[in-house]
C-alpha cells in the first residue's frame, strides 16, 4: 500500500437521461476526515451518502465536493404565458398612456406582472429521482477515485522526500557515533586534564571526590543511548514507508521522538564536533517533520 498525501484535486462529468452530473472534489491537510458540500437545491437529500462515502474512503484530510447539475434544453420545464390577462393588461396599459401620458408599458414589464408568466414544476417520478441519484453517486465514485490517484502520486513524492530525511538522519548519526572525541582515550585524556587544572595546590580538594565527579560527568556525556535510539527510530521510519498506508500519525510521532534525541545529543555532548552535528541533525529532523504533516 502507498503513501497518501492529503493535498488533490479531481472532476468527474456524466450524463443521465438529458441531465449532466458534475463533481469537483478537492482536498488539503487536516486532523481528520473533514467534509464540505455544496449542492444545487433540491439535492440536499444526497448530502447523507455523500459524507459516508469520503469518510469511508478517506482516513484524513479536509475534503469540499461540489455538486452541478445541468438541465438540457428538452427537459427543462417550458414557461406559460396567459396570453388573456396579458392582452387586458396591454389594453389598460395603452389607456393609461393616452389618458395620462404615462409612459407606454414594455413587453418585460408586463411579462414580469404576477399572473402573466409562469413556469410550472417539473414532475418527477420517485424512481426517476432514484434513478438519478445513483448516477450523480457514480459519477462521485469516479471523481473520489481521481482525487486518490491524485494523492497517491504526491505521496509517492513525499515518500521520497522522507526516505532522503531519514538516510540523511542515520548517517548524522553514524558520524556523531564515529566523531574522535567519543574514543575512550580521548575522553580520559580530556578528563584528565580538567582534573590536572582543578588540582592546585593551594585548593583544599579532595582528590579520590574530584575523580568520582570527573567519572560522574563522563557517564552522563556518554551519547550511547542517544545513538541506539536513533538507529532504532531510522529502522522504524523505514519500514513505515514501506508498509505505506495511513501513517501520518505515527511518522508524526517519530518525528517529536528524533527531535527528542537529538536535542538530548546537543545538550550532552562535550564536544564541539559532535555539537555541530547534532545541531545538523536538528535541522534535518525538522524538515523531515514538516514534510510529514502532508501525509494522510
Known amino acids: 500500500m502507498n503513501l497518501q498525501s492529503m493535498t488533490g484535486f479531481a472532476r468527474a462529468v456524466a450524463e443521465h437521461e438529458g441531465t449532466s452530473v458534475a463533481w469537483e472534489v478537492k482536498s488539503v491537510n487536516g486532523k481528520s476526515v473533514e467534509v464540505r458540500l455544496r449542492l444545487p437545491q433540491g439535492f440536499e437529500r444526497l448530502e447523507p451518502a455523500v459524507r459516508q462515502t469520503l469518510q469511508k474512503r478517506f482516513a484524513r484530510g479536509n475534503f469540499q465536493a461540489t455538486l452541478t447539475i445541468g438541465r438540457a434544453a428538452g427537459t427543462q420545464a417550458q414557461p406559460v404565458i396567459n396570453e388573456a390577462f396579458l392582452k387586458d393588461l396591454a389594453g389598460l396599459a395603452k389607456r393609461l398612456q393616452e389618458q395620462f401620458g404615462v409612459a407606454p408599458a414594455t413587453a418585460d414589464g408586463l411579462l414580469s406582472l404576477r399572473g402573466v408568466l409562469d413556469i410550472p414544476e417539473t414532475i418527477e417520478t420517485e424512481e426517476a429521482r432514484a434513478a438519478l441519484d445513483t448516477a450523480i453517486m457514480a459519477a462521485l465514485d469516479v471523481a473520489l477515485k481521481g482525487l486518490e490517484q491524485a494523492r497517491h502520486g504526491e505521496g509517492a513524492a513525499l515518500a521520497l522526500l522522507l526516505s532522503g530525511h531519514i538516510d540523511a538522519i542515520e ?53 550511547r543511548e542517544e545513538i541506539d535510539r536513533l538507529k532504532t527510530h531510522v529502522a522504524s521510519g523505514r519500514a513505515l514507508i514501506e508498509g505505506g498506508g495511513a501513517v501520518g500519525r505515527k511518522l508524526d510521532f517519530l518525528a517529536q521522538e528524533f527531535n527528542r534525541e537529538s536535542n538530548t545529543l546537543c545538550s550532552k555532548s562535550n564536544a564541539a564536533a559532535v555539537t555541530a552535528i ?9 524538515q523531515f517533520r514538516e514534510q510529514v504533516q502532508n501525509l494522510e
Open 278 to 286: 547534532g545541531l545538523e541533525l536538528k535541522a534535518v529532523v525538522d
Open 171 to 223: 548517517a548524522l548519526t553514524l558520524r556523531a557515533e564515529a566523531d574522535p572525541s567519543r574514543d575512550a582515550a580521548a575522553i580520559r585524556e580530556r578528563i584528565a586534564e580538567q582534573v590536572r587544572l582543578l588540582m592546585d595546590p593551594s585548593a583544599n580538594l579532595d582528590a579520590s571526590r574530584l575523580h568520582m565527579e570527573a567519572a560522574f560527568l563522563a557517564t552522563k556525556a556518554d551519547i
